[in-house]
């Protein structure tokens, strides 16, 4: 069974520090990856996407990945009180279905 | 960005009705699209896969007679929850795949908050 495994947290970071949330997955194939935010009572919106080994830089985001070690991560620099939401990690799998991490709940304290 | 709108946001309805929900992809057409639920404080739930002019596949335990699919067109797939009873109240949020993308990516609606009485 194909997995994806987040710390659930919560994750509490000082508001204009980085934070750091880790993935990782169980399909040494797997090609694409993907982070979403969701906040409470939201849908999941898509914040990253990435395929190849290293780091893609979007703004404040950063995601990496590495897939020897079959992790992805994501950093959020200068964190604000905006960011506090629940990190998704997803994993394409077949079909095109994502496989879902269980999320980390984030909270950036003022 | 990707724009996927569903309608209702939010419904409420007795017991025994049947309740259709649509899910639009407004600025890219989307041969595949994803249903979810996602009950309060838990993950998404994958119900099922919704292909443009073909059978929806459905995840195992879920009640294919139950929860009906439509995906008729390029940018409409629509769900509905046949003789709704209140274990069904739910968050229900359907995603579509962006086929201009580079990565085809899967793009969320707003969800569809339904409370069955």
């Known amino acids: 069974q194909k997995e994806v495994e987040q710390n659930s947290g919560p994750l509490s970071v000082p508001e204009g520090a980085i934070a750091s949330l880790n993935c990782t997955y169980s399909d040494r194939g797997s090609q694409s990856f993907f982070w979403y935010r969701q906040y409470s009572g939201k849908s999941p919106e898509l914040i990253m996407s990435?395929?190849s080994n290293g780091d893609k830089e979007d703004g404040r985001f950063t995601a990496q990945l590495n897939k020897a070690s079959q992790y992805v991560s994501l950093l959020i620099r200068d964190s604000q009180p905006s960011d506090s939401a629940t990190y998704l990690c997803?994993?394409?799998?077949?079909?095109?279905?994502?496989?879902w991490g269980a999320g980390t709940k984030l909270i950036i304290k003022p | 960005g990707a724009v996927v709108s569903q309608h209702p946001s939010r419904v409420i309805c007795k017991s025994g009705t049947s309740v259709k929900i649509e899910c639009r992809s407004l600025d890219f057409q989307a041969t595949t699209m994803f249903w979810y639920r996602q009950f309060p404080k838990q993950s998404l739930m994958l119900m099922a896969t919704?292909?443009?002019?073909?059978?929806?596949?459905?995840e195992q335990g879920v009640e294919k007679d139950k929860f009906l699919i439509n995906h008729a067109s390029l940018t409409l797939s629509t769900l509905t929850v046949t003789s709704a009873h209140p274990e069904d109240s739910s968050f229900y949020i359907c995603?579509?795949?962006?086929?201009?993308?580079?990565?085809?990516?899967?793009?969320f609606g707003p969800g569809t908050r339904l409370t069955v009485l």
């Open positions: 919704s292909n443009e002019g073909s059978k929806a596949t459905y």
């Open positions: 990435i395929y």
């Open positions: 995603s579509a795949r962006d086929l201009g993308t580079k990565y085809n990516e899967q793009f």
């Open positions: 997803a994993v394409r799998g077949s079909n095109y279905q994502l496989i």
